[in-house]
């Protein structure tokens, strides 16, 4: 809610402002107001529903007993019949059950009031719940407001504080700043770059060159080479740095992008990686400011810093040619696993067509092995068949020598016959 709300009163209807603590004790009223009017109106219910189950336990029991009565009527009327003692006997029982149901009211009304009671005690527990819901419901409510008040309040802080830091670091930047340009112009950014890498060398980078570029062959040379090698002699990451300051005095003001193109031309020329500008030009400019800038997409692989990113430039690129080298040893390894299959590959499919040719042609040289085979076997076949039917012939021929006879010769042949007998003759 703002801090002055409008209320409009309902019978006037004349319009007023209130603030915050008057609109919320207006709230607490009309809402302790309604509240006590919904406890007066549950109460009210509560005794009307009381009042209503008695009166039905009266009239329910009131016809009872007329009923009874009617019967005990009846009951008397028949018993004048009867003997005094049966009478009296039958009055007694009569007593007894009165008494019993006498009883059993008394009963009842207890047990009702009972339920009325325990009706009023949950009412009246309900009622204390909803003040203790309605308190609670206050006091979350109090609780956020104080919450919400102390989050902006802190955000607030955080704010003023953040645009505290950020003007001391502005100045401390400045500061700083003037005082590294001054030291510079005193001792060179390149004799400064020199001695903070000289500092680490031994630890950092004891494998490492790092000298001036003295190779003037190409026409031009940069200004420090770095160049680091594993133990295999595989180069991890090479770097041609160019520095470049210049005095706030200076007339003719130069920009870092003046020197890209020569220290492409040298990265290239002397082999480099990377090519790196160290560079102080263009102080007031935010892009060159913000830290290490990457310009590789004007010219491969090129980065421009201040003098204060010389050494963690170098620790990165020497951490990504690392992992590099890594990757690359791993391909090679690869590489040579996949000329090994494909050597081997090439091995199998020579032995498969060689083994081809030569199974081509012992196939063919059986097929006419068996060809032959089949001739030969067809031939012996025959002269199988021919020397059975030779044996044949001869056993037909020997059962005829066997079945010849001089009687056989000479039957109808007079001249043998009368010739065999002159031989017999003679014989004898």
Do not use: W
Not at 142 to 171: G, V
Not at 183 to 193: A, F, V
Not at 313 to 335: C, D, P, W
Request: proline share 1%.
């Amino acid at each position: 809610m703002s801090k002055n709300a409008e209320v409009k009163c309902p019978n006037c209807k004349e319009v007023f402002k209130v603030d915050d603590s008057v609109y919320t004790d207006i709230v607490k009223q009309v809402r302790d107001q309604q509240f006590q009017e919904e406890i007066n109106t549950r109460l009210a219910v509560a005794e009307r529903e009381k009042q209503s189950a008695v009166e039905l336990a009266e009239s329910k029991l009131k016809g009872f007993y007329q009923d009874l009565l009617a019967k005990k009527e009846q009951e008397i009327s028949g018993l004048k019949l009867k003997s005094k003692e049966e009478l009296v006997d039958e009055v007694s029982k009569k007593d007894e059950l009165i008494r019993q149901l006498q009883s059993k009211l008394e009963k009842a009304e207890t047990e009702k009031a009972l339920e009325v009671s325990t009706a009023v005690t949950q009412i009246e527990k309900e009622r204390d719940q909803l003040a203790n819901d309605l308190k609670n419901k206050d006091t979350e409510k109090q609780l956020l407001e104080n919450s919400l008040k102390q989050q902006y309040s802190n955000q607030l802080n955080a704010k003023d504080e953040l645009i505290k830091f950020r003007d001391q670091e502005i100045e401390r930047l400045k500061d700083y700043k003037q005082k590294l340009s001054t030291k510079m112009l005193g001792e060179t950014l390149e004799q400064h770059c020199e001695t903070e890498f000289n500092k680490l060398r031994a630890t950092a980078f004891p494998q490492a060159y790092f000298e001036k570029d003295n190779d003037a062959s190409g026409g031009t040379k940069g200004d420090y080479i770095f160049r680091e090698l594993d133990h295999e002699g595989n180069e991890i990451v090479s770097i041609m740095f160019e520095m470049k300051n210049e005095n706030d005095h200076t007339a003719t003001k130069k920009k870092n992008e003046d020197f890209f193109a020569k220290l492409d031309k040298d990265r290239k020329d002397k082999g480099c990686e990377y090519a790196v500008l160290v560079s102080l030009l263009e102080s007031d400019n935010e892009f060159y400011n913000t830290g290490i800038v990457d310009v590789s997409y004007k010219y491969d692989k090129m980065y421009v810093i201040r003098p204060q990113f010389f050494i963690p430039m170098i620790t990165l690129l020497k951490n990504a040619g690392m992992k590099s080298l890594q990757y690359k040893s791993e391909l090679n390894v690869m590489r040579n696993q996949n000329i090994d299959i494909t050597n081997f590959e090439e091995k199998i499919n020579d032995f498969k067509t060689g083994f081809a040719r030569n199974y081509d042609l012992a196939s063919r040289q059986f097929g006419e092995a068996i060809k032959e085979i089949d001739k030969t076997m067809t031939h012996l076949q025959k002269t199988k068949e021919a020397l059975l039917s030779s044996v044949n012939n001869l056993r037909l021929a020997n059962n005829k020598a066997d079945d010849l006879t001089i009687k056989k010769l000479t039957y109808n042949n007079p001249t043998m016959k009368e010739k065999f007998n002159n031989l017999n003759n003679n014989k004898a």
